[in-house]
Structures are given as C-alpha cells and as structure tokens.
C-alpha cells in the first residue's frame, strides 16, 4: 500500500498526538507537554485512506559538538505508525522522506535513539553512541574521593545560568555533546529547581562562574528504604572536582541505597571506583547517526590538529542520492573536506561512513563487519588516522 507523504499543519495536530499516543503508549495528561513541543512543519505524514494520520515523523533540530565544533542536526523524534498500517515500509517512508527537507536546511547530520536498529539501518543511520541506564549501589561509588580539598555547596536558583554557561563550556571537549536550550535544560535542571537537588563548586578566580555541578533528584525505592537517588548529570574538567561532586551525590547510602545513572557504556565513573557490582545495567541502547550531506558534514565538524591524510571512497546512499558516488576525502590543519572525484580506494556505506565520521568506530572494525571495503589496508589505516575513534556521549533523551 502506498500512502500519500505531506507535510503536517496545525489541523493534524489532534491525528498526530493520537498517533504518537497509541505508538508510545503515552496518557493523555502528556498531550500539553507534547504539544507544545510539535512543530507541524517539521512533520511528515502518511495520510490513511480516511485522512487519518496513518504514519508520522518528526524533526527536533538542534546542535551537536564534534571535534570542538558545533554541528547543525535534525534529530528524529518521534517516528510512529499506527497498528493497522504497520509492516507496509511506511516507517522508512516518513523517515527517508525526510531527508532532501534536512539537506535544504542544512541540518547536515540527523540522529535518533531506534526502536529497531534494522529500519534505521536501511535507511542509512548507524551507531554511533551508547545509553546505559545503570543502578548502582551507593557503596560502590561512596569510596570515591578528591585527592585535594574541595569545596562543595548547595546550589541555588542564582546558579542556574552559571551551571548553563559551565556545560557550554565543556562541549567543546566532550563529542557528542548538545548545545541546551532552555527548553533542554528545563526537563533536567528545572529554573526554580522544583524537584532537583544542585551541588556547585565556585570557580575560585571568576566570581559567578563554576568549575562544575551535580543535578540529581530523589527517586522511589525499595523497601524499607527512603529514596533512591537519580542522577540527572555530574560534570567538571578538574578531576578532583569532579570526584568531590560524586562524593556528595553518593553520600546518602545509610537512606538511599541505589544511585540510578545514565551515561555511556564505557563511563568515566569506571575509572574511578574501587568496586563495579557485575549486574547493574538495567537497559541498554545505541543511538543512531547519519550524514545527510555527506560533505557539508565533513567541513562541519572537527578534526585534529597536527594530523593529515587523504583517502578516496566510493560512496553508496541509496536514500540520499546527492551523497551517492565517488569522493577524495582530505584532511589537515583541524580542516576536513569531500570533494568529487578520485579513485574509489575504499567503498563504503552511507551508515559506515557515519559511524566512522562520528568516532563510534574506526574504520578498521567497520571494514571487519562490512561497512566498508577496501584491498588497500593503508588506506583503512590512514581513516583511523584522520579520526579519533572515541565514542560520542549522548546523555540527552530526545
């Protein structure tokens, strides 16, 4: 069956908020708070036969940080297809169908957190991070100590711009990284801190700055028990700062003996316990990334100082056809650029490319599983090279 692909208005408002309720099996007091984060023209539907909303996408833009840039992305959130016109492609449809309107806006790269790496897939987005929602007994991170003193205090609303201003200035260290809005920050660090617990250590030369913070909020628990602690984010560049933060976030064990986190599958914390229980993932997924212009996304990001190389590829974007072809990728000076032409040394997939381009994996391993192919390993090693493959953090649900 073949539907009809349209951008949404604001009539559709009440059949896309259906939709996405049956999907995600959302309750109806969500609808507001949905709603109100719906751009129609960032939407795109599969029309039903009756005019209902049978399939829909949407596009939440914002910008990512890689090699110390910032990247324009349109971030997929929601897809959804309603029960009845599942299995007939219309989730590839309303996902690739958005592609050329990304291109045009240049939101370069696009990314979501799948339902099925399989669809995503096929339409070209590959891994790219991790998201490991982990309970760790407060135990286990209560042994982590600064090496020097510092000086931990109570947050206050006063502190909330200097705590946005703090992670601003940490993106462009930390790939992966999402320039908040205030929109971002209100579902993590709420302006009148409703809810939250804030603990902040004063930049000491910088009246009104921070060296770092710790948003966390009390959870349910188990019984007998108070509360559980929900860590929300613990972030500084100074490692005994960031260790005296995770001092006080793990501080309340006697009364809250879990500590819910969630962070990357190979988390910093891991090199700072002295204990990790073997069973505390409770769910863990990938997100998903992909060029959408491939080489308006090699120009975007960043790349390293002092490291220089060029390699040609054969490109394969069945979905993107613009990206589709032959490219010589060159790289120096923090510059990277995707030209036409070249000799087609390395072929790869569109989602191969962006895996690599995101740092989730070199080009050595995605050879090993088939993303990309070449007889040349010179020219493999030169990719691993030209990028360093460290895994992005994305701690932002979307």
């Given at each position: 069956?073949?539907?009809?692909?349209?951008?949404?208005?604001?009539?559709?408002?009440?059949?896309?908020?259906?939709?996405?309720?049956?999907?995600?099996?959302?309750?109806?007091?969500?609808?507001?708070?949905?709603?109100?984060?719906?751009d129609p023209a960032r939407a795109l539907i599969a029309e039903?036969?009756?005019?209902?909303?049978a399939a829909a996408s949407h596009i939440h833009p914002f910008e990512q940080w890689f090699g110390g840039r910032p990247v324009h992305v349109g971030g997929f959130s929601p897809v959804a297809v309603l029960p009845e016109f599942r299995r007939l492609g219309l989730g590839k449809a309303v996902t690739?169908?958005?592609?050329?309107?990304?291109?045009?806006?240049?939101e370069v790269v696009s990314g979501l957190y799948p339902a099925s790496l399989a669809l995503y897939r096929s339409v070209g987005f590959e891994c790219a991070g991790s998201y490991v929602h982990r309970r760790f007994p407060a135990g286990d991170l209560a042994g982590i100590r600064p090496r020097t003193e510092v000086a931990v205090r109570r947050g206050t609303v006063d502190d909330v711009e200097a705590v946005h201003r703090c992670h601003l200035a940490a993106a462009p260290h930390r790939d992966g990284t999402v320039s908040r809005d205030h929109g971002w920050w209100a579902r993590r660090l709420p302006p009148d801190l409703?809810?939250?617990?804030?603990?902040?250590?004063?930049?000491?030369?910088?009246?009104?700055?921070?060296l770092g913070y710790a948003i966390y909020r009390h959870g349910s628990a188990r019984h007998p028990y108070d509360y559980s602690v929900v860590v929300s984010e613990v972030l500084a560049a100074d490692p005994d700062v960031v260790r005296a933060l995770w001092r006080v976030v793990a501080?309340?064990?006697s009364q809250a003996p879990d500590l819910d986190v969630i962070g990357p599958a190979e988390d910093d914390l891991f090199l700072m316990v002295d204990h990790a229980a073997p069973d505390v993932v409770r769910s863990e997924i990938r997100w998903m990334l992909r060029l959408i212009d491939a080489p308006g996304a090699v120009a975007a990001r960043g790349w390293a100082a002092g490291v220089e190389g060029s390699v040609d590829l054969a490109l394969v974007d069945e979905h993107a056809p613009w990206n589709n072809g032959t490219w010589s990728l060159h790289v120096a000076d923090g510059h990277g650029t995707l030209t036409p032409g070249g000799d087609a040394t390395v072929e790869a997939s569109i989602g191969g490319l962006s895996s690599w381009w995101s740092g989730y994996a070199t080009a050595t391993k995605l050879a090993r599983t088939g993303h990309l192919r070449s007889a040349d390993h010179r020219a493999l090693a030169t990719m691993d090279r030209l990028i360093s493959a460290a895994p992005p953090v994305l701690p932002d649900f979307y």
């Open positions: 069956m073949e539907l009809p692909l349209r951008t949404a208005t604001a009539d559709d408002i009440d059949g896309l908020w259906d939709l996405f309720r049956i999907g995600f099996g959302a309750s109806e007091r969500r609808r507001e708070e949905w709603v109100s984060g719906l039903g036969p009756r005019g209902e909303v690739a169908g958005q592609f050329a309107d990304l291109r045009d806006r240049g409703e809810g939250t617990m804030l603990y902040v250590v004063d930049a000491p030369n910088a009246p009104g700055e921070l501080s309340s064990g």
